[in-house]
């Protein structure tokens, strides 16, 4: 696997005219920026970079992974009151999980990820259930793939034959980051068995696949 070694990327306000008001400074080349915000995918096509995804580094060095079509809000000025830096996310728990979701989409074309979430819109439900396709999410930990997945979540209200399932809350803190109000199946793989190889192994289709063998347990 090639490892990425990417500098941080500074982010300056400079009085310019109203066309150009910024200069983004990524890896040393400075381009100028014309509005006050700037999304994951700007940064990542200003930087060349591709798939590697983009993280931002605070003051206080501490980085956090930018979800997709995230908004950065830039800070007028000459200087900032807290320092912006970008690099690209080149860690091998997010190029992981960029595998993942290529090998996810091969099957489930509509699917979305953010961050460690991922969402599949209309994942079709057997009959029984107060719906008959539903958004699902779910998600993973640090350690996966050792880690296997656990649970996952679907629009709240959902009901079999109007029948609160089992296994299932809707009282819930950590929730999806994707619209709307939600509620969780327990569900967990049984043997586990995780590669390196993401089609080698057990993996995030496989785990997505399994829903539908819960669901067809009905309530």
């Not at 990524?26 to 060349?48: F, N, P, Q, S, Y």
């Not at 999410?137 to 009901?159: D, M």
């Amino acid at each position: 696997m090639t490892t990425l070694v990417a500098s941080d990327v500074d982010v300056k306000a400079v009085k310019e005219t109203a066309k150009n008001k910024y200069i983004v400074n990524i890896e040393g080349v400075e381009h100028k920026w014309h509005k006050d915000t700037i999304t994951t995918e700007e940064v990542a096509k200003l930087g060349g970079w591709t798939s590697e995804g983009v993280i931002e580094i605070d003051s206080n060095n501490v980085e956090r992974t930018l979800g997709a079509n995230e908004i950065i809000h830039l800070k007028k000025g000459i200087g900032f009151a807290k320092k912006i830096r970008w690099k690209r996310g080149d860690g091998v728990f997010e190029l992981r999980l960029a595998s993942e979701f290529n090998h996810l989409k091969g099957h489930f074309t509509n699917a979305k990820q953010r961050e460690s979430w991922f969402l599949i819109p209309g994942y079709p439900l057997p009959d029984g259930w107060s719906l008959q396709h539903a958004d699902i999410a779910f998600r993973v930990i640090s350690g996966y793939p050792g880690t296997p997945p656990y649970g996952f979540f679907v629009p709240a209200g959902l009901r079999f034959k109007d029948t609160l399932p089992s296994n299932y809350q809707e009282a819930i803190n950590d929730v999806p980051p994707f619209d709307g109000a939600w509620g969780m199946f327990s569900w967990s793989p049984e043997d586990w068995r995780s590669s390196d190889d993401v089609a080698g192994g057990y993996n995030l289709l496989n785990f997505a696949l399994s829903f539908a063998v819960r669901l067809r347990e009905g309530a």
